[in-house]
Each structure stands twice: as structure tokens, then as C-alpha cells.
């Protein structure tokens, strides 16, 4: 902030200085104003200001919404930034015929816009991972998110407007699409905080929330989808192939078929829960420990997964939104109907341990093992109290066959020759 400060104060002192001199110089406003506006040096110096005072109003609105930023709201600004000025530079190359002054100023609007919407988002992930949050909090938050969708809404209605007065494609339809793509992420942020805070009011026994935040998610994930796809189709019919939308067109389209995976695979295994996991008994919850490792509460009914382990029904349906192990153990929650197989194991098995057939590989590969290097061990020695050194392929022959002889268990080898081969060396000095 305080190098903002800085540049600012020396930026405003050379605009005065600039304006000053056109005027002290031509000294009526039309020829000063023409001065200034053909001037490069003078029109540089009004550019940086004008960049200068966004910057300024960006630093307000977040001293007064968040207030200070935390280690990760500051990584994830950064990290986005980058990448979000690569995919700017690309969308340039494509709108160059209508570059400008008002082009400039509207591409680092949309980039301040942007990072302020990376905020709100990880703030609002904050605050829902966050026990206790005091009410202020909370009116900021809400006041931000609400601001956003203003400008949102402003900067959408302004290029809408421009493209139905110009009635062919321009630069409006990328500046469209772009706060199109906020205003429904602040809107999708917005319904997980009402989310949160309705869970909040009923102490965290809201049983729907997880589902509705699923759905939530994915109806997210399918407009984003449905608006790059329209998107990319506007551009590429007038402009050519939009190469800044191919990442983005990219990664929306696998986190929808993700979430559209996770939704198959969830409603399978939900859809007949009650005879899919048998109801645990009274002695396996006393014989247990009667806490459901998902919501630490102490269970009085439980459903039995196919490893043993117990949890209450609604928490093992919300934990399956998200994951399909076991909470406990990471063991694959696998339907009934493909999981007879591994459920129909031999009576004295348990879950953990393998067949005889595996145990005897595992033996035989130790035994292998050992036989080497107690091979190995034994030419070391054999060689530490010879005096002589001897020939590598003499020393390569006598391993080769003293492993030989441990894995194959052959008669014992005659190292006649070797001995000869050695003694034929000259002494160590």
C-alpha cells in the first residue's frame, strides 16, 4: 500500500506539472485540451493516472469489504493474476482492430473486477470454515457480494447495449460474456452462503445442505459451460479460433463430466441405501466406538459398511456427494452388486490379510532376497582378507555363482580355479 502511495503521489505531481504547462502555454482551454491529447508524453502521463485511480478505488473497496487480506487470499490473487493477464493478452491479439484508449481502460477494469471476485470467493470459503464469525463479518460479506453484482450487472447491461446499437460483432461481445461469467459466479457464491449460514441457524443439523450445495455446483458448472460454448462458436465465427477460451473451455468441460460422475456413482449407491448397508447391531455399536468419525457425534443407529466401520446415514450420504471410500479406512464403498466377490472371502480371512497364494510369493521373493545378499556379504568378507586383489571377471564369476548356487540350491562349487586365477596376481604392496 504504501508503494501505491508512492507512485501515486509522484503520478498526480506529473499530470499537474503536464496539465500546468499546456495551459500556461496555450493558454485557452481548446488548444490546451488539443495539446494534451496529442501530446505523447502528455497522454502517457493522463493514461497512468487514469490507471493510477483504479488501483486507488480497488484498494478502497477492499479496505472496506474485507479489510486485510490473509496468506492465502494473497497467493491465490497472485496466482490468478498471471494467468488471468496471459489469457487478457491473447483476447487482445484477437480484438486488435478495435483497440483503444477505451479498450485499455475497460480491460483493466474487467482485471480489478476479476481479482475482487477472487476475494469474495475465498473469503466466503473462509468464513464457512471458520467456528466462530463476528456479525460484521457477515454484513461485509454480504454487502460485498451484493456490490459485486451491481457492477456485474452494470458493466453486462453497458456492453449489451453497445452490441445491440452496433448490431455486428466487436469487442462488446468479449466484455459481455466475461461479466456474464461473474455475475453467476456471484450469484452461485451468494446461494452457498445463504447455504452456510442456514446450516449455521439450525446448528449444523441441516441434513440437506451438502445436497443442495452438490446441485448447486453443478448447475454452476453447466451455465459456465453452456456460455463458453456459445462463446467460443461468436468468436470463432467472426473472428477466428479464440485461443484464450481454449483453457477455460477445457477445464470447465472436465470439472462437469467430473461432477456428473460423481452424481451417476452417487445416485447408485443412495438409491437403495437401507438394503445396500445393513443396519449395525446393538452389539456392534458397544462393541465399537459408538462416534461417527464424521460428524463426532455419538451414534445411537449406524449403517455398516462392507469394511466394518459405522456412521450414521445421513452423514454417510453427504460424505458420498463427495468422496466414495470409507472415511476410516479409504476402503472403495462398492455397491452390493459388485461387491459379493470381495465381500464372499474365505471364512478365516480378514479384510486386511491376503490369500495363501500371495503369501507365498511375498515369502519366496524374501527368501530371494535374502539369499542375495547374504551372497553378496559372504564375497565381501572373502575379499577384505585376501591379500591379493583379484581379476573383475574372476570376482563377477565367484558371485554369479554363489547366488547361483543360493536361489537354484546346486551342489557346492569348485573354486579351484578361481583361487588359481587369483593367486596369479602380483602381491599387494
Not at 130 to 146: D, G, Q
Not at 223 to 237: C, D, E, K
Not at 241 to 256: A, D, Q
Request: aromatic share 12%; with cysteine; hydrophobic share 45%.
Amino acid at each position: 500500500m504504501a508503494r501505491l502511495q508512492t507512485y501515486a503521489a509522484f503520478s498526480l505531481l506529473a499530470t499537474a506539472s503536464s496539465v500546468y504547462y499546456a495551459f500556461s502555454s496555450r493558454e485557452q482551454f481548446y488548444p490546451a485540451m488539443v495539446y494534451l491529447s496529442t501530446s505523447k508524453i502528455c497522454f502517457v502521463l493522463l493514461l497512468n493516472t487514469g490507471l493510477v485511480a483504479m488501483c486507488v478505488a480497488w484498494q478502497l473497496v477492499k479496505r472496506l469489504f474485507l479489510g486485510s487480506l490473509r496468506e492465502a487470499e494473497v497467493e491465490r490473487l497472485n496466482e490468478q493474476s498471471w494467468r488471468e493477464v496471459v489469457e487478457i493478452l491473447f483476447a487482445v491479439t484477437i480484438f486488435r482492430q478495435d483497440f483503444s484508449v477505451s479498450f485499455l481502460a475497460m480491460v483493466a477494469a474487467l482485471l480489478l473486477v476479476k481479482a475482487l471476485h477472487w476475494l469474495a470467493q475465498k473469503r466466503v470459503e473462509y468464513i464457512e470454515t471458520t467456528p466462530s464469525v463476528p456479525m460484521l463479518s457477515h454484513i461485509r460479506i454480504v454487502s460485498f457480494m451484493a456490490f459485486l453484482l451491481i457492477i456485474d450487472c452494470l458493466f453486462l447491461s453497458n456492453s449489451l447495449r453497445s452490441l445491440i446499437q452496433k448490431r455486428e460483432a466487436s469487442v462488446a461481445i468479449f466484455f459481455s460474456f466475461e461479466y456474464m461469467i461473474l455475475a453467476t459466479s456471484t450469484v452461485s457464491t451468494f446461494v452457498k452462503y445463504v447455504f452456510y449460514v442456514s446450516d449455521m441457524l439450525m446448528e449444523g443439523q441441516w441434513e440437506k445442505k451438502a445436497v443442495y450445495t452438490f446441485y448447486l455446483e453443478l448447475v454452476s458448472d453447466l451455465v459456465h459451460l453452456s456460455l463458453y460454448m456459445l462463446f467460443f462458436i461468436a468468436i470463432f465465427l467472426n473472428y477466428g479460433v479464440p485461443l484464450h477460451l481454449i483453457r477455460e473451455l477445457y477445464e470447465t468441460f472436465r470439472n462437469f463430466k467430473i461432477r456428473i460422475a460423481d452424481y451417476v456413482r452417487y445416485r447408485k449407491i443412495t438409491s437403495n441405501m437401507n438394503e445396500r448397508f445393513p443396519d449395525a447391531s446393538a452389539e456392534e455399536l458397544n462393541a465399537s466406538d459408538a462416534t461417527c468419525i464424521i460428524c463426532r457425534e455419538e451414534m445411537t443407529t449406524a449403517k455398516k459398511l462392507l469394511c466394518g466401520h459405522l456412521f450414521h446415514v445421513h452423514c454417510l450420504r453427504s460424505w458420498l456427494e463427495r468422496q466414495h471410500t470409507c472415511p476410516t479406512c479409504r476402503a472403495p464403498i462398492i455397491p452390493a452388486d459388485n461387491g459379493r466377490a470381495a465381500s464372499a472371502r474365505q471364512p478365516g480371512a480378514q479384510p486386511g490379510t491376503g490369500t495363501p497364494a500371495s503369501e507365498g510369493a511375498s515369502g519366496e521373493n524374501m527368501s530371494r532376497r535374502q539369499a542375495k545378499l547374504e551372497a553378496a556379504a559372504a564375497a565381501a568378507s572373502l575379499y577384505g582378507r585376501s591379500f591379493v586383489y583379484p581379476p573383475a571377471n574372476a570376482l563377477s564369476q565367484f558371485l554369479s555363482l554363489q547366488v547361483h548356487h543360493s536361489l537354484k540350491q546346486v551342489p557346492p562349487i569348485n573354486l579351484r580355479k578361481t583361487k588359481n586365477c587369483s593367486s596369479k596376481t602380483p602381491a599387494m604392496v
